[in-house]
């Protein structure tokens, strides 16, 4: 397994439930995260709830990434602390630093194009390692009384973001990337030079698809000699439901499905990038989202006996993420439910 030290995360509903539980999971093991979700208040409290928790303290402080931090700040967090601070006060600046925020609406393509400014340039902090797209709503109604306003924003939220999330994560991670291996190595060809000049122009101008075909293009090559260069990992963050037909969840069930459906296509479409893309299918977890489902009859079909926790989930999640031959793994994690 790899480590996860210096990594950069973004997590899509990292604000409560299994995406908050996830970011935290990610922080402990020494990444930098930024939180992602509408809510402005409930990110600050999800930040405040994860450096509650004490964290892996690793040997050199780690790159910083806070998306919603001043300019200042990230300049005095990498700086080594005055002699008369102590080194206490210098580690709590750095653990504060490597948990940030940044509000987004996950359906709006320019909302992600915002975000993604942030993210242009050179340095590891302007590197995104990890994508996990969790941001979602339930639906607990039969399609014939939903209406169709609550139609499209399930669509929209549970599918179209997570296809936007990728679509534009993707292209950075292929960029940045693509940029440090190639001005890291000295025997380069005339095409790979030219590959490190592309990521100068910006998010915007990859749009036409050059950067993710020569990616590809790239891949395919040294796949043949000895396996593709790790530019990243997207975990998408689906649902039973996608597999197993419930009552009420018609339009949702049919959004995980889609998030599945992805994932399996863009394992191939990326993985030949160096872009590892994989699938968590959760069951019934505790969560906002159950709130009110937990009952006999339920607890009776699920051969477990009880609902799962967020921090189970996260642990799958972090599998997905830190082994480097996972790629198209849809994992279940429902306590045996997909059996019955």
């Known amino acids: 397994m790899r480590s996860l030290l210096h990594k950069q995360a973004l997590i899509t509903g990292g604000g409560s439930g299994i995406g908050l539980a996830i970011a935290r999971r990610l922080y402990l093991e020494g990444c930098s995260v930024t939180l992602l979700g509408r809510t402005e208040s409930t990110l600050q409290r999800a930040q405040s709830l994860i450096l509650s928790h004490p964290s892996h303290q690793p040997s050199h402080p780690p790159s910083h990434t806070s998306v919603s931090a ?3 700040s990230r300049s005095s967090a990498s700086n080594d602390p005055p002699a008369s601070s102590p080194v206490s006060n210098a580690q709590d600046d750095n653990e504060r630093t490597r948990v940030s925020y940044h509000p987004l609406n ?3 393509a320019s909302s992600w194009q915002s975000l993604l400014n942030s993210y242009t340039g050179d340095g590891d902090s302007k590197r995104i390692d990890i994508l996990i797209n969790c941001a979602g709503i339930t639906q607990r109604s039969p399609l014939m009384k939903t209406p169709v306003e609550e139609v499209e924003e399930l669509l929209d939220t ?3 973001g997570t296809v936007l999330g990728c679509k534009f994560v993707g292209r950075a991670m292929l960029r940045n990337r693509s940029s440090s291996t190639a001005s890291s190595t000295t025997s380069t060809s005339t095409s790979r030079s030219t590959a490190t000049s592309t990521p100068k122009r910006g998010v915007e101008q990859e749009d036409k698809g050059r950067g ?3 990616g590809v293009k790239e891949g ?3 796949g043949v000699k000895e396996g593709v260069q790790d530019r990243g990992v997207i975990v998408n963050v689906a649902s039973l ?4 037909g419930v009552i009420g969840t018609s339009v949702y069930a049919a959004a995980k ?3 599945v459906g992805l994932t399996n296509s863009l394992a191939h479409e990326y993985g030949r990038s160096g872009i590892r893309v994989n699938a968590v299918l959760p069951g019934y977890i505790e969560t906002d989202m159950t709130t009110g489902l937990k009952n006999p009859s339920i607890l009776q079909q699920i051969p477990l006996g009880r609902f799962g926790t967020t921090d189970e989930v996260a642990d799958a999640a972090l599998f997905l993420i830190k082994n480097p031959y996972a790629n198209n793994c849809v994992l279940n994690l429902d306590g045996g439910l997909s059996a019955v």
């Open 70 to 72: 001043s300019a200042s």
């Open 106 to 108: 996950v359906t709006s």
């Open 158 to 160: 549970n599918l179209r």
């Open 212 to 214: 993710v075909q020569e």
């Open 220 to 222: 395919v090559q040294e």
């Open 241 to 244: 439901l996608a597999q197993k």
């Open 257 to 259: 499905a889609g998030v």
